[in-house]
């Protein structure tokens, strides 16, 4: 007999096996078995995911690629092998429960594993998995469908991460719609203000970063034109106390550039604002004593150029300060036979020798000689460098005069 007709018989009597049905009809049968088949090969691969097919020992019976991909392992090397290799150590008796629950108490969901790489990275994965009914006891198989969640899984600690940094920040984060209405408020906000975050969400932020009227406007045009703002302002809270704040507030876009969102963020300077009121008052008040002292307040560098003088001095010589400044002190004020000598004794209070109570005589614009007694200080920087000197000089010309004319009458 030859081999076609040994196969021929063979079909015919497959198909004389179903009872009942002629030739065609089991042809027909096979047909939709097999194309049944193919489309559930088509839907098996084309899945996004790991989908496996395990035995009631846990041994995969069929796989797609996807495991392949998840695992590092080709197919035909995993298969017929327990689908728990995978597991990683911490998760693998859970991982046994499951299995077995699976057959014996029903399908399981969304349940979160690690497995193993094939070059040993750790991979977070989601599962969920089933063993239906499909009347054959004997071959009852699981449907377990893996799907890759690191990436997943990284962002949301990275978002969470992220929350909790702008959440402890010590500056004031505050999110709004692009109608002002109030979205988030980070706790430190809250806690400064006193306003509970039910108070203020959906609220104009104006319960909050309440602004002068002129630089709100000028704010919300930079927004809308895409640019940040950056200012200053005083800021009330809940009871009514004000502070002061840096704030920076900035439009938050979309994938496709659409402003959605407001961003502002506070700083609060009240401490550097009111040090700031006490130099400025401090500053007030030595320039007010500067500017009535009757004697001269003079500055001058290492190099002995004017950098400063007072109004009395201006009174006394004639020059005004922006006449001589810059110039240098002894060139402009000194007789000539005195020059040599003063350089000697500025040279020697720049070198930290103090002086006091030295006499000499200074020439003024109109060529008078004035007597001046001085006392001298080194000036500093924050490094402790030598920057120049200060000069108080008091006008002694009477009195020196004076004790001339006495001595004379001594004589």
Not at 351 to 361: F, S
Request: aromatic residues 6%; hydrophobic residues 35%; charged residues 30%.
């Amino acid at each position: 007999m030859t081999e076609k007709k040994r196969d021929s018989i063979g079909i015919v009597e497959r198909k004389n096996s179903r009872p009942g049905l002629g030739v065609a009809e089991c042809e027909n049968i096979e047909r939709r078995l097999a194309d049944s088949e193919r489309k559930y090969r088509l839907v098996f691969e084309a899945a996004a995911s790991a989908v496996v097919l395990v035995d009631g020992d846990g041994n995969i019976q069929d796989s797609n690629f996807r495991l392949e991909e998840l695992t590092g392992y080709s197919i035909s090397h995993i298969k017929g092998r327990d689908v728990r290799i995978f597991v990683h150590p911490d998760h693998f008796d859970r991982a046994c429960r499951d299995l077995e629950g699976i057959f014996t108490k029903g399908p399981i969901y969304n349940q979160e594993y690690k497995i193993i790489h094939q070059d040993g990275r750790v991979i977070d994965v989601s599962v969920n998995a089933s063993a239906p009914h499909d009347g054959d006891q004997r071959e009852r198989l699981a449907v377990i469908v893996i799907s890759d969640i690191t990436e997943q899984k990284q962002n949301a600690m990275r978002a969470q991460m992220l929350s909790r940094v702008v959440d402890q920040s010590p500056n004031e984060v505050i999110i709004t719609d692009t109608e002002g209405l109030v979205e988030y408020v980070n706790s430190e906000c809250l806690e400064t203000v006193g306003y509970t975050f039910n108070e203020v969400l959906g609220k104009n932020v104006d319960i909050l970063n309440k602004q002068p009227e002129d630089m709100c406007q000028n704010m919300l045009a930079k927004l809308r034109s895409g640019q940040s703002w950056r200012g200053e302002f005083i800021k009330y809270k809940k009871n009514g106390d004000g502070y002061w704040v840096n704030a920076s507030v900035s439009p938050i876009k979309n994938a496709d550039g659409v402003i959605t969102h407001f961003l502002a963020i506070n700083r609060d300077i009240t401490e550097r604002k009111q040090a700031e009121e006490s130099l400025r008052q401090a500053r007030n008040f030595s320039q007010s004593i500067i500017d009535t002292a009757q004697a001269i307040i003079l500055i001058l560098d290492t190099e002995g150029k004017i950098v400063s003088f007072n109004p009395y001095m201006v009174k006394l010589c004639g020059y005004t300060l922006e006449e001589v400044m810059g110039k240098d002190w002894f060139e402009t004020f000194l007789p000539e036979s005195d020059k040599p000598h003063i350089r000697e004794v500025f040279k020697k209070a720049i070198g930290t020798v103090q002086a006091v109570g030295n006499v000499n005589p200074i020439v003024t614009k109109d060529g008078r000689e004035v007597e001046i007694e001085w006392y001298s200080k080194t000036l500093r920087n924050s490094n402790g460098e030598i920057i120049g000197i200060l000069s108080i000089g008091l006008d002694v010309s009477n009195r020196k005069k004076a004790e001339r004319k006495l001595a004379e009458n001594q004589r």
